[in-house]
T-cell receptor
Framework: DTAVSQTPKYLVTQMGNDKSIKCEQN?????MYWYKQDSKKFLKIMFS???????INETVPNRFSPKSPDKAHLNLHINSLELGDSAVYFC?????????????FGPGTRLLVL | RKEVEQDPGPFNVPEGATVAFNCTYS??????FFWYRQDCRKEPKLLMS???SGNEDGRFTAQLNRASQYISLLIRDSKLSDSATYLC???????????FGTGTRLQVTL
């Protein structure tokens, strides 16, 4: 009964491929997030959705497209993968967008682009 | 200049020691602050919120100094299990965006 789950945990792929990462939370939260943590361990917000609506869209290449089919799910699709996309991608959720300080993170997806 | 800055460490301390980390933030409009903990190859987890009046949770004490724009975390009686990276976090603006520092690594040794 993991609170925030992500699949897959590991993803190794070639440059130019398209891949998706899925995230699900069973906490009943309204707000979900995608973060990227690079090799220097810097954790940076990419996107946030509140009740399936996009509310944060940081300066992310448009090769990255989030999709929220319902408020419990937030998936991330990446087109034309590049070497620089190699990182750990974390999904997170918070009760709502007014109290974002308490976020619950998924275990991360380690993406390696060769 | 990064919005949230921390000394990356590592801080190597013996068990039982008291250790303190500072963090500075550049945006004076930042409203809320938090400390998260991240173990090696794991996800970040909320350790505690930081209140203006300072707050304590067991061996952990967090302080906020708005005038100097810094936040601190004090850990008393360090345990081996405290070894982790501690991330300083600020919330700025009305959006639900959190800005994370790069973290301070703590290694507690026997």
């Amino acid at each position: 009964d993991t609170a925030v789950s992500q699949t897959p945990k590991y993803l190794v792929t070639q440059m130019g491929n398209d891949k998706s990462i899925k995230c699900e939370q069973n906490l009943g939260h309204d707000t979900m997030y995608w973060y990227k943590q690079d090799s220097k361990k810097f954790l940076k917000i990419m996107f946030s959705y509140n009740n399936k609506e996009l509310i944060i869209n940081e300066t992310v290449p448009n090769r990255f497209s989030p999709k929220s089919p319902d408020k419990a799910h937030l998936n991330l699709h990446i087109n034309s993968l590049e070497l620089g996309d190699s990182a750990v991608y974390f999904c997170a959720s918070s009760q709502n967008d007014r109290a974002p300080g308490t976020q619950y993170f998924g275990p991360g997806t380690r993406l390696l682009v060769l | 200049r990064k919005e949230v800055e921390q000394d990356p460490g590592p801080f190597n301390v013996p068990e039982g020691a008291t250790v303190a980390f500072n963090c500075t933030y550049s945006n004076s409009a930042s409203q809320s602050f938090f400390w998260y903990r991240q173990d090696c190859r794991k996800e970040p987890k909320l350790l505690m919120s930081v209140y203006s009046s300072g707050n304590e949770d067991g061996r952990f004490t967090a302080q906020l100094n708005r005038a100097s724009q810094y936040i601190s975390l004090l850990i008393r009686d360090s345990k081996l299990s405290d070894s982790a990276t501690y991330l300083c976090v600020a919330k700025t603006g009305t959006a639900s965006k959190l800005t994370f520092g790069t973290g301070t690594r703590l290694q507690v040794t026997l």
